[in-house]
Antibody, heavy 119, light 110 residues
Framework: EVQLVQSGAEVKKPGESLRISCKGS????????ITWVRQMPGKGLEWMGR????????YYSPSFQGHVTFSADKSISTAYLQWSTLKASDTAIYYC????????????WGQGTLVTVSS | QSVLTQPPSTSGTPGQRVTISCSGS????????VNWYQQLPGTAPKLLIY???QRPSGVPDRFSGSKSGTSASLAISGLQSEDEADYYC???????????FGTGTKVTVL
């Protein structure tokens, strides 16, 4: 069974750093891109970008370039989303999802990680 | 901001047919396939329709998708209470070189 399991909810202060994770199982982790999607409270879905776990090649949406970092460790089938300096506006649910091709659908999703940034 | 436009909401009674429109442009829907996602309350999105009109295994055949030009539609036939959710269209955008989601439509079952 294909699964993407994300790390638990986080509460952080502005200016702090954070890394959340997404662990894949039930499939060959390096055969699919991992994409990240943000959902701010009460809002719609926003594509943040993707990473190829094979070589850690990344592509960021311009809206998120420079503010987040994607990484992956294929040896443990895990992808990461990282912030070095959190802002209150980063408060959202973050989803990882699996994608077979560059423009293809996201066929399996993680359960989401709620990140709350508040002083 | 979203470049794919959907109606904010729609509703129907059990058994009815409802449709959700998704309007885009030549750089997204007009030149790439459309996918639809269902997000039940408090849960992660789920792939409902891919490549304009294909259903993943396990998705009931009362869900159907279509595309014409720069617009797409999702139809739900025989509406059921468990279909109450938010629905998002999505496609790759060649101009933005990124994946874009629709604004989302909330379906209410009366």
């Amino acid at each position: 069974e294909v699964q993407l399991v994300q790390s638990g909810a986080e509460v952080k202060k502005p200016g702090e750093s954070l890394r959340i994770s997404c662990k894949g199982s039930g499939y060959s982790f390096t055969n699919y891109w991992i994409t990240w999607v943000r959902q701010m409270p009460g809002k719609g879905l926003e594509w943040m970008g993707r990473i190829d776990p094979t070589d850690s090649y990344t592509y960021y949406s311009p809206s998120f370039q420079g503010h987040v970092t994607f990484s992956a460790d294929k040896s443990i089938s895990t992808a990461y989303l990282q912030w070095s300096t959190l802002k209150a506006s980063d408060t959202a649910i973050y989803y990882c999802a699996r994608q077979f091709s560059v423009a293809g659908p996201f066929d399996y999703w993680g359960q989401g990680t709620l990140v709350t940034v508040s002083s | 901001q979203s470049v794919l436009t959907q109606p904010p909401s729609t509703s129907g009674t059990p058994g009815q047919r409802v449709t959700i429109s998704c309007s885009g442009s030549s750089s997204n829907i007009g030149s790439n396939t459309v996918n639809w996602y269902q997000q039940l309350p408090g849960t992660a999105p789920k792939l409902l329709i891919y490549s304009n009109n294909q259903r993943p295994s396990g998705v009931p055949d009362r869900f159907s998708g279509s595309k014409s030009g720069t617009s797409a539609s999702l139809a739900i036939s025989g509406l059921q209470s468990e279909d109450e959710a938010d629905y998002y269209c999505a496609a790759w955008d060649d101009s933005l070189n990124g994946y874009v989601f629709g604004t989302g439509t909330k379906v209410t079952v009366l």
